[in-house]
């Protein structure tokens, strides 16, 4: 996934950056790459082109790091725009996920039926498991 990503974007100023922020993401190091996931964030709103699909994966990132620091608010919001700017089936269902922890069951259900029409096997599951969604 972040092979294509970086191919796609090229060479920048702040393609060090956002490598920096992934492998320290990979570490688990949250509170470090929740920091540099958030320079990178601020470096690429503040371009004159919008953001795209790709930028999408890199919200989606930042949620994962908040979320290990329990900010499951903030979680929700990255993960909101990130499937704004691209349809990632993992966005879905991790947003799902933290819809039903923090109450919001109807949103919740919606974003795993996406997640599943997206192909995410997980959310299949999770479908069949705690809702009636495939006796219908």
Same mark, same amino acid.
């Given at each position: 996934?972040?092979?294509?990503?970086?191919?796609?974007?090229?060479?920048?100023?702040?393609?060090?950056?956002?490598?920096?922020?992934?492998?320290?993401?990979?570490?688990?190091?949250?509170?470090?790459a929740l920091k540099l996931l958030n320079e990178y964030i601020t470096?690429?709103?503040?371009?004159?082109?919008?953001?795209?699909?790709? *930028?999408?994966?890199?919200?989606?990132?930042?949620?994962?790091?908040?979320?290990?620091?329990? *900010?499951?608010?903030?979680?929700?919001? *990255?993960?909101?725009?990130?499937?704004?700017?691209?349809?990632?089936?993992?966005?879905?269902?991790?947003?799902?996920?933290?819809?039903?922890?923090?109450?919001?069951?109807?949103?919740?259900?919606?974003?795993?039926?996406?997640a599943y029409e997206l192909g995410n096997s997980d959310a299949e599951?999770?479908?069949?498991?705690?809702?009636?969604?495939?006796?219908?």
């Amino acid at each position: 996934m972040f092979d294509k990503f970086f191919k796609k974007k090229g060479e920048t100023k702040e393609t060090p950056l956002a490598i920096k922020a992934l492998a320290t993401l990979q570490q688990a190091n949250y509170p470090e790459a929740l920091k540099l996931l958030n320079e990178y964030i601020t470096l690429i709103e503040g371009f004159s082109k919008p953001l795209d699909s790709d *930028d999408g994966i890199m919200y989606y990132n930042r949620s994962i790091a908040k979320e290990a620091l329990n *900010d499951k608010i903030g979680a929700i919001s *990255d993960l909101k725009k990130s499937v704004q700017l691209s349809e990632l089936h993992q966005a879905y269902f991790r947003l799902a996920d933290l819809q039903s922890q923090t109450g919001e069951q109807q949103e919740s259900i919606k974003n795993l039926v996406k997640a599943y029409e997206l192909g995410n096997s997980d959310a299949e599951e999770a479908l069949r498991k705690y809702t009636n969604y495939f006796n219908r």
